[in-house]
């Protein structure tokens, strides 16, 4: 009995952490479509604000770093 609790505990956290994961990449996907209210994103130029990329690139390193990091979990519950 104590196995099914640990198992479903353990999926139950996996389906948290993936569905943090994609709402940070839809966050991050809908900052940079934000930047124009009439111009898509292939039209501005994906490259062309560096303070966006360097802001995207750390909130996603972080991420990544927060999630596979086995030491940081406790601050993650």
Known sequence: MEEVLLLDRYILWKARSVTFLIMMVAEMSNAFNCR??????FKI??????VMLVSVGISVALTIFLYFWRGLEMFSQ
Do not use: C, Q
Request: zero cysteines.
């Open 36 to 41: 124009s209210e009439y111009n898509s994103l």
């Open 45 to 50: 130029g994906f490259f062309k604000n560096k």
